[in-house]
T-cell receptor, first 116, second 116 residues
Framework: EAQVTQNPRYLITVTGKKLTVTCSQN?????MSWYRQDPGLGLRQIYY???????DKGDVPEGYKVSRKEKRNFPLILESPSPNQTSLYFC???????????????FGPGTRLTVL | AQKVTQAQTEISVVEKEDVTLDCVYE???????LFWYKQPPSGELVFLIR??????QNEISGRYSWNFQKSTSSFNFTITASQVVDSAVYFC?????????????FGQGTRLTINP
């Protein structure tokens, strides 16, 4: 089954304790992204990746890191989480056609993170 | 910069009523795509439609229809004869990145409740 998976689905942690949220897709998609969803703000892009070893900042990158060492994986790293990073996080992937990517994104199930 | 505005935060209607969700966007790019996603109570994000900036034809898919008007920078979504299963948060999104990167800007979302 074609899908984007995220782990963990739920996480409660404390301020300053490094954590990683994993994201994996089995569709051989070139593009991957991370978003956070907060009430009243919709989804905001954190980082995106156009391909292996190619990443760039989205609209709210502060406090986050990413890496894209393999095409299928795009982990989100919080080196020192703070309470304002409590949110619902979504990973997404998409495919390239004709050199320009405006295709729909496929989203993972979400990771609900609480930072105390 | 790109921006998407969904002015209706919450809408509540009785089953079988028609309902329109508004979406207004801002971009300076001539090539862009607009999307609608549905987020049911279970939390996943479901792709509904993609429309490019050169195609102003309205689209109908069953009880769903979309009205794209470049003159007013709007991409409204209408559900005809609403059903309880239509209850969800609906997001409008814009992709307008000439270099072809995967950058998606979401509106704040509209929470639609269909009452039996």
């Amino acid at each position: 089954e074609a899908q984007v998976t995220q782990n963990p689905r739920y996480l409660i942690t404390v301020t300053g304790k490094k954590l990683t949220v994993t994201c994996s897709q089995n569709m051989n998609h070139e593009y991957m992204s991370w978003y956070r969803q907060d009430p009243g703000l919709g989804l905001r892009q954190i980082y995106y990746s156009m391909n292996v070893e190619v990443t760039d900042k989205g609209d709210v990158p502060e406090g986050y890191k990413v890496s894209r060492k393999e095409k299928r994986n795009f982990p989100l790293i919080l080196e020192s989480p703070s309470p304002n990073q409590t949110s619902l996080y979504f990973c997404a992937s998409s495919f390239r056609t004709s050199g320009v990517n405006y295709n729909e994104q496929f989203f993972g199930p979400g990771t609900r993170l609480t930072v105390l | 910069a790109q921006k998407v505005t969904q002015a209706q935060t919450e809408i509540s209607v009785v089953e079988k009523e028609d309902v329109t969700l508004d979406c207004v966007y801002e971009t300076r790019d001539t090539t862009y795509y607009l999307f609608w996603y549905k987020q049911p109570p279970s939390g996943e994000l479901v792709f509904l439609i993609r429309r490019n900036s050169f195609d102003e034809q309205n689209e109908i898919s069953g009880r769903y229809s979309w009205n794209f008007q470049k003159s007013t920078s709007s991409f409204n979504f209408t559900i005809t004869a609403s059903q309880v299963v239509d209850s969800a948060v609906y997001f409008c999104a814009l992709s307008a990145f000439p270099q072809g990167a995967q950058k998606l800007v979401f509106g704040q979302g509209t929470r639609l409740t269909i009452n039996p």
